[in-house]
């Protein structure tokens, strides 16, 4: 279906504008209630066992410093490829998350292997720079042979109620994702909910997004004050079944920055599972962008496994 | 006519007063049986909080100065003076014994650790080395914290127990787990209240009350811990297989010499580890 069909008319700013402000508000109370609701659920044993792997099998395994090496994305790779020596049945992630010049590194460390790359563009974090070198920037990402596109918005065209030109990009970079051989990158959507400071722009953000072709919608870049909660996480849970309900297309989600722990990972489980329902359980769907959450899990995975606690200096720190 | 506000006694984890993660309680009694107060009955998540506690204190309290660990040390003994009559009373109450003994067992305690505290900065002038070696290098041994330490009170023992088994591990910058005795536990649990109104940061000492058995297990099987001392333990052989297991530094029970009731610095020691440098001399 395509955009206009769903807007209801040409797309102008007005029009977009008034389709975005025709979504009911956001019920901040409920929501965060409702959330909090959902965290106190206690998963034990069996069900912890596979929740943990689930959140494995689930994680963009992820580096975006300014201090990337070449060897230091190897390592990751290797870590994604292998994460714990001890036990050769510990689940890979589905993907590692590296910037757009270290992807043939990754590319090249991982190999055939059913570990997707994914790379940030678009003038990762802040998003400020000319369309030309967004397009580029991803464009040489692909070219590479990333996998997935994690894309930022431009938060300040949002923010001044530009919300065609948020469309026009986002759609844009959909175009640069296509390769001659028909075999697109996955788009993941940014729309840094830390910056966008209300529930109702998450929630407008989030349906400009999937209206424009996002494949995923991921809250945050990890480099602002604000990252992934769970009220935010559940909000845009909601915006992408309600999306299937009404126009059949499956769109995933993606929460990202701050989630460290395997308790906060297991309670964003819960809430995928008791807001957008099992088809959403599913690494193509559900994804996790975190760096040290890997080793949290790992360590409960062997505390499960031993029945003693793990220290940091047993499992390796990357 | 007024009601006693009755105290319940708590955990001290993190330099903050939970209550047992379980919500357990037990009471204590007096020397007579007469019921005394009910006490939190940590679980082996109140293991796990603690050594997470410790382990995060634990950089921050070795990197202070010996002189400002010293100074945080002995602002503890002024505070256990202050606080005279509660131990008293309390030392009194468990033991039977009379208010001279009950004094005199505090004023050991207090001794003891203000002895302690003083270790702070003489630890490397005492055991570390200048060490002559063959070639234009200064080759210096000094004295690290071990890092996280868990250990048991000695269960026959009120106070003076307590005090002489987290003391030794604390002045070097260690961070310490302590399971106190089970039925003599409140004045380890005050002693819990006089660190929080000290300046020592929280989560460097740890204080659960609870069974021996139920706990030890996994606190000397936890990997995060990185030296046991079975000293006070009721069962230390098979404590000692438990952490076999791990790489950690196991205090065997008899380990060192006290000296009388106030300690060693064989003690100190035990919970350390030697750092050996080179260092170019010139010419």
């Avoid at chain 2, 030392?91 to 505090?106: C, M, P, V």
């Avoid at chain 2, 702070?120 to 200064?138: L, Q």
Wanted: hydrophobic share 40%; with cysteine; aromatic share 6%.
């Amino acid at each position: 279906m395509d955009a206009e069909t769903i807007v209801g008319s040409r797309l102008t700013n007005q029009s977009l504008r008034r389709w975005l402000h025709s979504l009911p508000g956001v019920d901040k109370v409920g929501l965060e209630q409702r959330a909090a609701s959902l965290a106190t659920r206690s998963i034990k044993t069996d069900s912890k066992a596979w929740a943990l792997d689930l959140i494995i099998s689930m994680m963009d395994l992820t580096t975006l410093e300014g201090a990337d090496t070449p060897a230091r994305v190897r390592s990751l790779c290797n870590k994604a490829i292998t994460p714990d020596e001890d036990d050769l049945d510990t689940p890979s992630p589905a993907a590692v998350c590296v910037y757009g010049d270290m992807v043939q590194h990754a590319k090249a460390a991982i190999g055939k292997r059913k570990i997707y790359v994914a790379a940030v563009a678009t003038a990762f974090p802040s998003g400020r720079a000319s369309l030309r070198v967004k397009l580029q920037d991803t464009k040489d990402a692909v070219a590479a042979g990333a996998n997935e596109i994690d894309m930022v918005i431009d938060r300040g065209a949002f923010l001044s109620g530009n919300y065609l030109e948020v469309f026009k990009q986002i759609q844009a970079i959909k175009q640069a994702c296509q390769r001659p051989s028909g075999k697109a990158a996955h788009l993941k959507v940014i729309l840094e909910t830390g910056e966008l400071q209300t529930y109702d722009n998450i929630r407008r953000a989030s349906y400009l997004a999937m209206l424009a072709g996002a494949d995923f919608i991921k809250t945050s870049t990890g480099k602002v004050g604000v990252n992934a909660t769970l009220p935010i996480t559940l909000l845009m849970l909601q915006a992408v079944r309600d999306w299937y309900d009404e126009y059949g297309i499956q769109i995933g989600v993606k929460p990202a920055g701050g989630i460290r722990t395997s308790k906060d990972a297991i309670r964003y489980l819960v809430t995928v599972k008791e807001t957008a329902g099992d088809l959403w359980l599913d690494p193509d769907y559900f994804r996790f962008g975190a760096s040290s959450l890997l080793n949290d899990v790992l360590m409960q995975r062997k505390k499960l496994k031993t029945k003693t606690y793990l220290g940091s200096d047993y499992v390796s720190v990357d | 006519m007024r009601l006693d506000v009755k105290k319940t006694y708590k955990l001290f984890i993190g330099g903050k007063f939970p209550r047992s993660e379980s919500g357990r309680s037990y009471q204590v009694s007096d020397s007579k049986g007469k019921h005394l107060a009910n006490v939190s009955l940590a679980s082996r998540k109140d293991v796990r909080d603690a050594v997470s506690a410790a382990r995060s204190a634990q950089p921050g309290w070795a990197g202070a100065s010996a002189y400002n660990r010293g100074q945080v040390l002995y602002r503890i003994a002024e505070m256990l003076e202050g606080r005279r009559d509660q131990f008293v009373a309390e030392i009194q109450a468990l033991t039977g014994k009379t208010a001279k003994q009950a004094n005199a067992e505090l004023d050991a305690a207090i001794d003891s650790w203000v002895w302690h505290a003083g270790w702070t900065d003489k630890i490397d002038t005492v055991a570390g080395s200048m060490n002559p070696v063959a070639g234009p290098f200064f080759n210096i041994s000094t004295n690290q914290p071990t890092g996280v330490v868990g250990a048991f009170a000695p269960q026959d023992s009120a106070l003076v127990g307590f005090v002489n088994t987290i003391a030794p591990a604390i002045v070097s910058g260690n961070t310490i787990v302590v399971v106190t005795s089970e039925k003599l536990s409140l004045p380890a649990l005050s002693f819990g209240e006089v660190l929080a109104t000290s300046d020592v940061p929280g989560g460097v000492v740890n204080i659960l009350s609870g069974k021996e058995s139920e706990l030890s297990g996994w606190l000397v099987g936890h990997m995060d811990v990185n030296a046991v001392d079975l000293e006070g333990a009721s069962k230390p052989a098979e404590l000692e297989l438990m952490a076999a297991d791990t790489v950690k530094r196991v205090l065997r029970k008899g380990s060192y010499e006290r000296l009388g009731s106030s300690g060693s610095l064989q003690h100190i020691l035990e919970l350390m580890e030697l750092k050996t440098v080179w260092h170019p001399k010139g010419h």
